[in-house]
């Protein structure tokens, strides 16, 4: 059975910082891109950055480039760090596993994580 199980959501003011992790099980991890996508209600998931198999290729949603760090060891775990956070970037957040590495649309994914929160005040 595959898991992928999210930790670290929780609430950060505007222009603080917030570090998630994906826990990833029953898959061969490194076989797989890992991604990150992000869901408010009413909206349409949202692709937030990948990070290829090896982790040597690395791509970001327009809306977190260059405020976002994604990166995975060769276990099971890959991170999301996030910086100078913006009340926008309120959402859950979810952790995909994907065959290839290039798609950004979640109905491409392979499996998924259920999510965790994470809140911005302003």
């Known amino acids: 059975q595959v898991l992928l199980v999210e930790s670290g959501g929780g609430s950060v003011q505007a222009g603080g910082s917030l570090s998630v992790s994906c826990a990833a099980s029953g898959l061969p991890f490194t076989m797989y891109a890992m991604k990150w996508f992000r869901q408010v209600p009413g909206k349409e998931r949202e692709f937030v950055g990948a990070?290829?198999?090896?982790?040597?290729?690395k791509r970001y949603g327009a809306g977190v480039k260059g405020r976002f760090a994604i990166s995975r060891d060769n276990k099971n775990t890959v991170w999301l760090q996030m910086y100078s956070l913006k009340p926008e970037d309120t959402a859950v957040y979810y952790c995909?596993?994907?065959?290839?590495?290039?798609?950004?649309?979640?109905?491409?994914?392979?499996?998924w994580g259920k999510g965790t929160l994470v809140t911005v005040s302003s």
């Open positions: 990070i290829s198999r090896s982790g040597g290729s």
């Open positions: 995909a596993a994907d065959s290839e590495y290039g798609s950004m649309f979640p109905g491409d994914m392979d499996y």
